[in-house]
């Protein structure tokens, strides 16, 4: 069964403090792991998709790395409006649909 | 360019009523998508449609019925609804199942009393 585990749950930074997040799957048969953004009151924005293992992507102060196991949400140098639910989503081979994780919350203090 | 529309934003209804959620979108993407999300939970796919003219149960599918009225919309419809399904409703649409970055709507927050 796919599966999918995010951490930590919530995550407070100082401005301009870097750190990572985490998101840890379970999937038969990777087909895509996807990195969205979610807003309060918002619906999910979409950052990025990783396909195999070793690949990174970025995006301004964002960057996400995939493993066999996991991928990794690196903020460098966040400001306040990186402040998000960030959601972590598999799909697997032959699936229908992504399978998401339940986010880690992201607080950055100016 | 508005991307995936839904109406209403927010809902109350009875135990018992019935309503029906419209979502459309304007990227020409062939797949469309229902989700609930629920504190605590990720998002669970409700139903969704690969193409026009096709719709396929998800992982809640139970209490809801959809319909792909063309390829543009794609309606949810809870015909007794019941608190239990009390949740933030999101509508999605992908290029095809197998370009699954999805782009979602803003959502419609229901509420069963």
């Known amino acids: 069964e796919d599966q999918v585990t995010q951490s930590p749950e919530a995550l407070r930074l100082q401005e301009g403090e870097s750190s990572s997040l985490n998101c840890s799957y379970t999937v038969s048969g990777l087909r895509g792991l996807f990195w969205y953004r979610q807003d309060p009151g918002k619906g999910p924005e979409f950052l990025f998709t990783?396909?195999?293992a070793g690949e990174e992507k970025e995006k301004e102060r964002l960057k996400a790395t995939l493993t066999k196991k996991e991928s990794f949400l690196h903020i460098t140098a966040p400001k306040p409006e990186d402040s998000a639910t960030y959601l972590c989503?598999?799909?697997?081979?032959?699936?229908?649909?992504?399978?998401f994780g339940t986010g880690t919350r992201l607080t950055v203090i100016p | 360019n508005a991307g995936v529309t839904q109406t209403p934003k927010f809902q109350v209804l009875k135990t018992g009523q019935s309503m029906t959620l419209q979502c459309a979108q304007d990227?020409?993407?062939?797949?469309m998508y229902w989700y609930r999300q629920d504190p605590g939970m990720g998002l669970r796919l409700i139903y969704y449609s690969a193409s026009e003219g096709t719709t396929d149960k998800g992982e809640v599918p139970n209490g809801y019925n959809v319909s792909r009225l063309n390829k543009r919309e794609f309606s949810l419809r809870l015909e007794s609804a019941a608190p239990s399904q009390t949740s933030v409703y999101f509508c999605a649409s992908s290029v095809s199942m197998g370009h699954a970055e999805a782009f979602f709507g803003q959502g419609t927050r229901l509420t069963v009393v």
């Open positions: 990783l396909y195999s």
């Open positions: 989503a598999v799909q697997g081979a032959g699936a229908n649909n992504l399978f």
């Open positions: 990227m020409n993407h062939n797949s």
